[in-house]
């Protein structure tokens, strides 16, 4: 039995000894590394995984891996991502920072410079194996090709942002340092940092641009202090040109990885490096960043992204259609774009699985087959809401209705406090609607309860965590 098919047979047994919800949250992609001296090394996705899989799971980990290999005695979780993923929140934006729109806009004007190519063989981009830790010789970007401000399309969405990034990709460490870029997830955060970084090594080749995850980050200073190499880490950290660090959300109450980044983003920043940040909300509504890192932060340029118009949905459609060779006649563009206006990636995922259907059944996307196709979608979609409920439940091991019963016990009061917290801060509801979808609350209770879990959050440990782990499960759902 190799690895694979060990981890597949350990996986089948745990399957049976979790529920469903945190089998899928916590074991999706997930894989078996390696075993040493009778320690099983298990690869997850993110830090949370690691955490919960070793806090929570390990007996039943190690149990279920013994039954196929008895030598094995005892599990350890590192952290690799296979697939690329993207770790954002679902925060709104905020109102958007307008200052030095007309200065941004007039100096992206004066800067137009060429577009890299789409293809660059020299940008390493691994996604599906582990990152190994990096040194000062052999270097990796990780920056993924695909990214390119010429298949990024430009609306009022997303103009300033657009405009800061062409900018920083002209003059990097010269104009807006750092640059901090935030919105809602699936709104092209990632393709612009992604973008910046291809232009600069495609005028530059010989400049070291890193593009990492906040979370990536912290569980790299976490190896790095558990292997004694911190200094290595901070080494490594100092020789890079263009540092890009993706949804810094996650940075939030980890006071140790603040402290380190604070250090590195201070060297790098006195040395005119170019600093890009990306995250689901504006500087000052992230809970429990210190303050001299909100204030490096407010002390660069901010500019947020927005959800796209109709208008530019339809012209993003058009344009992914292009890129796939499809024909998709106007009012099946209009259709899609009417039907999902969530966000970007929702609108491609619609888009593949249109392309995908049509193509094997050598059909033309007509508006009428796309109505066809996307019209279970379109009647089924789940609310954020009923999501919440079900999550939450879930993850306290109460149950939906105890959610929205009477009950004050303290067991059902505080994941029904959590919950309205979500709906509120992550969804934007209103306090009416909140109170009726929790079983008919008052308003008044209601922001009793969100106002609560909203100062607890900024100092209690605890409960900022359940909210991490609840945020990262309906992420994953
Ligand atoms: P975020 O990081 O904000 O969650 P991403 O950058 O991952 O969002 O974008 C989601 C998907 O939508 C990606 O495949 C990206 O290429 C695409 N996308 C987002 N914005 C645009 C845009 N303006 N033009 C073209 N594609 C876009
Ligand atoms: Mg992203």
């Known amino acids: 039995m190799d690895t694979a098919q060990l981890w597949t047979a350990a996986l089948g047994e745990i399957e049976l000894s979790i529920s469903r919800a945190n089998f899928i949250t916590w074991f999706k992609h997930t894989s078996l590394e390696r075993i040493t001296d009778g320690c099983a090394l298990i690869r997850t996705p993110n830090g949370f995984a690691k955490e919960w ?9 190690t149990a279920a891996l013994r039954k196929h290999n008895p030598r094995i005695t005892s599990i350890r979780c590192i952290i690799g991502t296979p697939v690329p993923r993207d770790i954002d929140g679902v925060h709104k934006p905020q109102t958007p920072n307008t ?11 004066k800067n137009k410079q060429p577009t890299p190519p789409t293809n660059l063989p020299h940008v390493a981009h691994h996604p599906t194996t582990h990152r190994p830790p990096q040194s000062a010789t052999t270097f990796t970007s990780y920056l993924n090709a695909r990214y390119t401000f010429d298949n990024f399309i430009v609306g009022a969405h997303n103009e300033l942002a657009h405009a800061a990034c062409r900018t920083v990709s002209a003059s990097p460490g010269e104009v807006y340092n750092p640059l901090f870029i935030y919105g809602d997830v699936g709104l092209g955060k990632t393709h612009l940092l992604q973008s910046v970084g291809n232009a600069i090594i495609a005028a530059s080749p010989d400049k070291r641009v890193l593009y990492t995850s906040s979370e990536r980050f912290t569980s790299e200073l976490i190896d790095a202090i558990h292997n004694n190499t ?3 880490f901070k080494r490594f950290y100092q020789t890079i040109d263009l540092l890009i660090i993706d949804d810094i959300q996650f940075l939030a109450g980890k006071e140790k990885t603040q402290d380190e980044f604070f250090h590195i983003f201070n060297y790098l920043y006195q040395q005119n490096k170019q600093i890009i940040i990306s995250s ?4 000052h509504a992230i809970a429990t960043l210190e303050a001299r890192l909100r204030s490096r ?3 660069g340029m901010i500019a947020d992204i927005s959800q796209p118009d109709f208008e530019t949905r339809v012209a993003i459609l058009q344009k992914k259609a292009d890129e796939k060779d499809l024909v ?14 969530q966000n970007i990636r929702e609108l491609e995922g619609a888009l593949n699985k249109i392309a995908a259907i049509c193509t094997f059944h050598n059909r033309i996307p007509s508006r009428a087959v796309v109505e066809e196709i996307l019209g279970a979608r379109v009647t089924q979609q789940t609310s954020p809401t009923a999501d919440i409920l079900s999550v939450v439940s879930d993850h306290f091991n109460i149950t939906r209705d105890d959610l929205t019963s009477s009950s004050r016990k303290k067991t059902i009061a505080y994941p029904r406090q959590i919950a309205i917290f979500l709906m509120r801060e992550d969804h934007n509801l209103s306090y009416p609607e909140i109170g009726a979808r929790c079983g008919g609350r008052d308003h008044s209770t209601i922001m009793h309860s969100y106002r609560k879990i909203k100062k607890a959050i900024t100092h209690d440990h605890a409960i900022r965590n359940d909210i991490d782990i609840i945020r990262q499960k309906l992420r994953n759902m």
Do not use: M, N, W
Not at 328 to 341: F, R, S
């Open 99 to 109: 200052h030095r729109i007309g200065d941004i806009l007039r100096t992206a004007r």
């Open 230 to 232: 911190i200094s290595e």
């Open 328 to 341: 998709l006649p106007e009012d099946a563009a209009q259709y899609i774009a009417k039907h999902v206006a």
């Open 297 to 299: 932060f407010e002390g």
């Open 280 to 283: 689901d909300r504006p500087p």
């Open 53 to 61: 899989i070793e806090k929570k799971c390990a007996d039943t980990v």
